[in-house]
């Protein structure tokens, strides 16, 4: 009887699972989960901090209309993005059930080609493996002298248990460190800001803030965050975190020099890894690449497929669920047509969105103007349109940023950088434009289609 065992009910895995019955699979399907449905994003990342951009959003929106000065509840803010989080969660666990997925809250371990769900082992046809990834600690790659960590947070303990003391300290007045200058930490920074009570710090390594977008929206974002009541210091390296009562000191090189800063919180923002199940991978394969073209995994006997943040370069949900489609369709093959015949390339990564919920929202994919013309010996031609002369932006008081598309000689869109108010739904409309891969970024309004497309 062929059946499926799918490690992971996130973005991923519940795709794997609902792509399997549109696809007409009728056997049974296991889904795995160790903590909660829906994942990191749903529960501890993209949803809650979504919804958080929204409460920013129309605070500042607000307050450039109006001109008026707007008190913030955060219980009340804390309230709606629980709200957000369960409504999401529990539709995702009706959808389950009217699937008729057999979803199983247990960790699975792995033993000589064999599955081991509540102590017993199974036998399995084909394996899933969307197992996502997991917060680097911070703690880990420098000195420190830590008694008392609670206030040393990634995105599973902000966006969790520490939710709501962190709110209400904001609202007070605290201070917070951010490191990493990625789209996490800016995005942490950003949105976290409105209570201006409170000042935060980014610390980055690198010699500017989101270091794998274009270098000229790289700088438009630094100098719309870098103010207020949020200070970014670049190229600077973390070097020491210490206790000091109920605070810290943390200690930062810049241009040579030792800099120090005395904060509340730490939120470490500093980069993920891939959480693969260890009793599976070829630890010889040094690349870190563990997975084919075909997703499946490599040197395995058995047929164990592998998708999302398992899969190592971006680790975006759209990615998963775009992946999840390719993993169905090669599962279907192999049962019926004992081939796999659908793959995911590095052409196709390049086309995966990245999309920044900062304000102002950041959205990009593809090539840089800087790694097109070292790819093409500057044959390169680069066009540029700004929201300040856009008749909406005008009328939205909201002129800020610009598009930038990159094209080669033959007119053929290399990549895609842009800036500016609603910009996640700018960056589908320009791959359905030019693109035979169109991937919806994860959350935005623009999946609504994939229902319909």
């Given at each position: 009887m062929k059946e499926v065992f799918i490690v992971g009910g996130g973005a991923g895995g519940v795709k794997l699972a609902e792509e399997l019955r549109s696809l007409g699979f009728e056997n049974k399907i296991y889904l795995i989960e160790d903590r909660f449905l829906g994942g990191e994003c749903t529960n501890v990342g993209c949803i809650p901090s979504k919804a958080l951009f929204n409460f920013s959003k129309n605070f500042y929106k607000i307050q450039k209309i109006f001109n008026t000065d707007i008190t913030l509840n955060p219980d009340n803010i804390f309230t709606n993005i629980r709200r957000v989080v369960n409504t999401i969660r529990k539709g995702i666990e009706d959808k389950l059930k009217k699937l008729e997925i057999d979803v199983i809250f247990d960790t699975a371990k792995f033993n000589n080609d064999k599955i081991i769900i509540f102590n017993k082992e199974y036998n399995y046809d084909v394996l899933a493996l969307a197992t996502g990834s997991y917060p680097i600690n911070i703690l880990d790659l420098v000195k420190s002298d830590i008694k008392d960590d609670s206030k040393i947070l990634n995105n599973r303990t902000l966006w969790g248990d520490?939710?709501?003391?962190?709110?209400?300290?904001?609202?007070?007045?605290?201070?917070?460190?951010?490191?990493?200058?990625?789209?996490?930490?800016?995005?942490?920074?950003?949105?976290?800001?409105?209570?201006?009570?409170?000042?935060?710090?980014?610390?980055?390594?690198?010699?500017?803030?989101?270091?794998?977008?274009?270098?000229?929206?790289?700088?438009?974002?630094?100098?719309?965050?870098?103010?207020?009541?949020?200070n970014i210091f670049i190229s600077s390296k973390l070097i020491e975190i210490k206790q000091n009562n109920d605070s810290y000191l943390v200690v930062f090189e810049k241009e040579g020099k030792l800099e120090q800063l005395e904060v509340d919180y730490i939120v470490s923002t500093i980069g993920r890894k891939p959480n693969l199940p260890l009793e599976l991978i070829n630890k010889s394969d040094t690349n870190n690449i563990y997975f084919d073209n075909n997703l499946r995994l490599k040197g395995s006997k058995k047929l164990i497929f592998g998708l999302g943040d398992v899969t190592s370069f971006k680790m975006l949900a759209h990615k998963a669920e775009y992946q999840a489609k390719i993993v169905a369709k090669n599962i279907i093959d192999y049962f019926y047509k004992d081939k796999l015949s659908y793959e995911?390339?590095?052409?196709?990564?390049?086309?995966?969105?990245?999309?920044?919920?900062?304000?102002?929202?950041?959205?990009?994919?593809?090539?840089?103007?800087?790694?097109?013309?070292?790819?093409?010996?500057?044959?390169?031609?680069?066009?540029?349109?700004?929201?300040?002369?856009?008749?909406?932006?005008?009328?939205?008081?909201?002129?800020?940023?610009?598009?930038k598309i990159i094209y080669n000689n033959l007119g053929e869109i290399l990549g895609a950088h842009m800036i500016g108010n609603d910009v996640d739904l700018l960056v589908s409309v320009l791959l359905s434009y030019h693109s035979e891969v169109v991937v919806f970024p994860h959350p935005t309004l623009a999946e609504i289609l994939n229902e319909l497309i």
């Amino acid at each position: 009887m062929k059946e499926v065992f799918i490690v992971g009910g996130g973005a991923g895995g519940v795709k794997l699972a609902e792509e399997l019955r549109s696809l007409g699979f009728e056997n049974k399907i296991y889904l795995i989960e160790d903590r909660f449905l829906g994942g990191e994003c749903t529960n501890v990342g993209c949803i809650p901090s979504k919804a958080l951009f929204n409460f920013s959003k129309n605070f500042y929106k607000i307050q450039k209309i109006f001109n008026t000065d707007i008190t913030l509840n955060p219980d009340n803010i804390f309230t709606n993005i629980r709200r957000v989080v369960n409504t999401i969660r529990k539709g995702i666990e009706d959808k389950l059930k009217k699937l008729e997925i057999d979803v199983i809250f247990d960790t699975a371990k792995f033993n000589n080609d064999k599955i081991i769900i509540f102590n017993k082992e199974y036998n399995y046809d084909v394996l899933a493996l969307a197992t996502g990834s997991y917060p680097i600690n911070i703690l880990d790659l420098v000195k420190s002298d830590i008694k008392d960590d609670s206030k040393i947070l990634n995105n599973r303990t902000l966006w969790g248990d520490k939710l709501k003391d962190f709110l209400n300290d904001l609202a007070k007045g605290s201070r917070i460190l951010i490191v990493g200058g990625g789209y996490i930490g800016l995005e942490t920074a950003s949105l976290f800001s409105i209570f201006k009570k409170s000042v935060f710090y980014i610390v980055e390594l690198a010699d500017r803030i989101l270091f794998n977008a274009d270098k000229e929206i790289s700088t438009e974002l630094f100098k719309h965050l870098n103010k207020d009541n949020v200070n970014i210091f670049i190229s600077s390296k973390l070097i020491e975190i210490k206790q000091n009562n109920d605070s810290y000191l943390v200690v930062f090189e810049k241009e040579g020099k030792l800099e120090q800063l005395e904060v509340d919180y730490i939120v470490s923002t500093i980069g993920r890894k891939p959480n693969l199940p260890l009793e599976l991978i070829n630890k010889s394969d040094t690349n870190n690449i563990y997975f084919d073209n075909n997703l499946r995994l490599k040197g395995s006997k058995k047929l164990i497929f592998g998708l999302g943040d398992v899969t190592s370069f971006k680790m975006l949900a759209h990615k998963a669920e775009y992946q999840a489609k390719i993993v169905a369709k090669n599962i279907i093959d192999y049962f019926y047509k004992d081939k796999l015949s659908y793959e995911y390339t590095l052409n196709v990564e390049s086309l995966i969105p990245s999309v920044v919920f900062t304000i102002p929202q950041v959205a990009f994919y593809g090539l840089t103007e800087d790694e097109a013309k070292n790819k093409l010996n500057n044959n390169v031609i680069v066009r540029k349109a700004y929201f300040s002369a856009n008749p909406k932006a005008i009328a939205d008081l909201d002129r800020i940023g610009f598009v930038k598309i990159i094209y080669n000689n033959l007119g053929e869109i290399l990549g895609a950088h842009m800036i500016g108010n609603d910009v996640d739904l700018l960056v589908s409309v320009l791959l359905s434009y030019h693109s035979e891969v169109v991937v919806f970024p994860h959350p935005t309004l623009a999946e609504i289609l994939n229902e319909l497309i």
